[in-house]
């Protein structure tokens, strides 16, 4: 699909979340929906959790102080957060920050799913473990973060086969010092990634375990 056509049905896709009124107390409550940013026709896709208090006032992913930190973790890999596209499972804001319920995150999900399958990343970084348990539910982020497996997600009419990087959320590693490092750690791997993403053998010498679903 041409970098145009994904913006269209990207933007359509946007507009079925409103028309489609998924998660109507979320939206009463949001200020916007938090749909969203960076460039359709990248390979590589982060996802997060759900939008926070700047993110619902500007209405772009990843715009705190987690978003900062983020930002920071792109400069160290030379990578342009508007060479990547950014967004969360849960698209209107929990109030008061909570985490997303499971039924927030299941009324979301055909949503993102739709939104690879459009974008048709060959990299997806889960941000901490609500992104990550939406393609692998039973993993430990504690356990396999910074390590890739490849994954062939089934949509209904195609599939994909993509690398995914389960990583510690920016925002719980931000104040604690260890988790910092990892995470910045974990980070530094992504290039040979991105350089080896068409190996199985050597994208994988890390991961544990293959899955397909
Ligand atoms: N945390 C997230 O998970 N997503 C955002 O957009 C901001 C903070």
Same mark, same amino acid.
């Given at each position: 699909?041409?970098?145009?056509?994904?913006?269209?049905?990207?933007? #359509?896709?946007? #507009?079925?979340?409103?028309?489609?009124?998924?998660?109507?107390?979320?939206?009463?409550?949001?200020?916007?929906?938090?749909?969203? +940013?960076?460039?359709?026709?990248? +390979?590589?896709?982060?996802?997060?959790e759900?939008?926070?208090?700047?993110?619902?006032?500007?209405?772009?992913?990843?715009?705190?102080?987690?978003?900062?930190?983020? +930002?920071?973790?792109?400069?160290?890999?030379?990578?342009?957060?508007?060479?990547?596209?950014?967004?969360?499972?849960?698209?209107?804001?929990?109030?008061?920050?909570?985490d997303?319920?499971?039924?927030?995150?299941?009324?979301?999900?055909?949503?993102? #799913?739709?939104?690879?399958?459009?974008? #048709?990343?060959?990299?997806?970084?889960a941000l901490g473990r609500h992104a990550a348990n939406?393609f692998l539910p039973e993993l430990r982020i504690s356990e396999e973060h910074g390590k890739p497996k490849?994954?062939?997600?089934?949509?209904?009419?195609?599939?994909?086969?993509?690398?995914l990087l389960p990583l510690f959320h920016p925002a719980a590693a931000?104040?604690n010092g260890s988790m910092r490092q990892t995470l910045?750690d974990d980070?530094?791997?992504?290039?040979?990634?991105?350089?080896?993403?068409?190996?199985?053998?050597?994208?994988?010498?890390n991961s544990n375990y293959?899955?397909?679903?």
């Open positions: 699909m041409p970098s145009s056509t994904k913006a269209y049905a990207l933007e #359509q896709l946007e #507009q079925s979340i409103i028309s489609d009124k998924v998660c109507p107390e979320l939206a009463a409550e949001a200020t916007q929906l938090v749909f969203g +940013d960076g460039d359709p026709n990248s +390979d590589i896709v982060f996802i997060g759900a939008p926070g208090k700047n993110e619902d006032k500007t209405g772009l992913p990843f715009v705190g102080a987690a978003g900062k930190f983020l +930002d920071e973790m792109l400069a160290t890999i030379d990578l342009k957060r508007s060479a990547v596209y950014i967004t969360n499972i849960v698209k209107y804001r929990p109030p008061n920050n909570r997303p319920l499971p039924a927030e995150k299941k009324a979301f999900l055909p949503y993102l #799913q739709r939104q690879l399958e459009i974008i #048709q990343p060959k990299l997806v970084i939406c490849r994954l062939t997600l089934s949509f209904s009419q195609d599939r994909l086969t993509i690398v931000l104040y910045i980070f530094s791997i992504i290039p040979e990634i991105i350089n080896q993403i068409s190996n199985p053998e050597l994208v994988l010498r293959l899955t397909l679903f």
